[in-house]
């Protein structure tokens, strides 16, 4: 079955078309110009954006999948976790796609399509497998038997997400927002040894993380040295703070794959776009036994392919399609794959 699925959860506007583990065209639309002057996402600004962009985006993607409207099997749609605002737009345009088509509508989970989206570009993912999301709102570590129906949590951060530091200690180097991509490009000319930044919860016996300490600790770092006025070595603490995170993130991946038996990991989120995050789970990965897949850093970010790509996992599960009047929840929980 071909499957359109529609992103709006947060800045990106995208729209995947799917046909079950082969994606045959996608397009996106971001507001993200819009909302760099504040810093962050505009919840407002982004609502009004995807109203604007809904229509020729899914143009777009039709066009270069090369299919119909009428081609269309399914329509899969993020039902959660994101801005309320913006999930409604996509949610709304979903359903008077269903409605016009008369094909069946799946409200799914933002969180498990970053997970799903590894299959298109790396086939059917082992069961079990363990997912490590790192995204802008999230950083957990999941156990994922069945990403169509069942994803349970073993891990998640206690304070801010992993591009959610990577976002704010751009911003105390003066960087550009989103933060993330910045970071990586500063990094490459710094030394990630240049300071000792902590890493929180390292030893801590749990599948948790917690970066608020190391983000207050890079801004104490960097504020000290102007009121010294002394110059702030954006790459070195760009590198040293990645660093910290990457160490972290993967060291902790690998912990859960071996105390639960599981030899595949996938990472997936925003974050797993990181070029340092992907260069050392190759090498502890490869170390320690650990099949490691990571889809290309397009499908990292947001993109409507990921929500296709559960849409397509969820009709071959025989999932009961959602009710028409499936509502937008912006805290939808992880382990609800579907509403
Ligand atoms: P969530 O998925 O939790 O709802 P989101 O959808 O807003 O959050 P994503 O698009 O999945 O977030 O990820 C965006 C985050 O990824 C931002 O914090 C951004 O800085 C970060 N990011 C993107 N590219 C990179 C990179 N190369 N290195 C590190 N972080 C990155
Ligand atoms: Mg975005
Ligand atoms: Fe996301």
Redesign the pocket.
């Known amino acids: 079955p071909l499957v359109l699925g529609i992103e709006t959860?947060?800045d990106?506007t995208g729209v995947g078309i799917v046909r079950g583990h082969t994606l045959l065209g996608d397009a996106i639309a971001s507001s993200v110009d819009e909302h760099a002057r504040f810093g962050g996402v505009v919840p407002e600004v982004a609502s009004r954006a995807h109203l604007e962009a809904m229509t020729p985006t899914v143009s777009r993607a039709l066009a270069k999948a090369g299919v119909a409207f009428e081609d269309v099997d399914a329509i899969a749609v993020t039902a959660g976790?994101?801005l309320a605002g913006a999930l409604l737009v996509g949610v709304a345009a979903a359903k008077a796609y269903a409605l016009a088509l008369g094909k069946p509508l799946y409200g799914v989970n933002?969180?498990a399509a970053?997970v799903a989206v590894d299959q298109l570009e790396h086939g059917p993912l082992p069961k079990p497998s363990v997912a490590l999301l790192v995204?802008?709102?999230?950083s957990s570590l999941l156990l994922v038997p069945d990403v169509a129906t069942d994803v349970r949590t073993l891990g998640s951060t206690v304070d801010d997400?992993a591009?959610?530091a990577?976002?704010k200690v751009a911003r105390v180097l003066g960087l550009g927002f989103?933060?993330?991509?910045h970071?990586?490009r500063a990094a490459r000319s710094g030394a990630p040894d240049a300071m000792a930044f902590p890493r929180g919860k390292y030893d801590d016996g749990t599948y948790d993380f917690s970066f608020s300490g190391l983000k207050t600790a890079v801004a104490r770092w960097v504020e000290a040295r102007e009121r010294a006025g002394e110059p702030v070595p954006v790459a070195d603490v760009a590198a040293s703070f990645q660093e910290a995170v990457v160490d972290v993130l993967t060291r902790k991946a690998l912990t859960v794959c071996r105390e639960n038996g599981v030899a595949d990991l996938l990472i997936g989120?925003?974050?797993a776009?990181?070029?340092r995050l992907r260069a050392m789970a190759q090498e502890r990965c490869a170390a320690a036994g650990v099949r490691l897949r990571v889809p290309r850093?397009a499908l990292c970010?947001?993109n409507g392919a990921m929500v296709a790509a559960l849409g397509a996992e969820l009709v071959a599960a025989g999932a009961f399609p959602s009710a028409l009047d499936v509502p937008a929840d912006s805290s939808l929980p992880i382990t609800t794959v579907t509403v």
């Open positions: 959860s947060c990106e976790p994101g933002h969180l970053h995204s802008g709102g999230h997400a591009g959610e990577f976002d989103p933060g993330g991509p970071i990586d989120g925003g974050v776009a990181n070029s850093p970010t947001d």
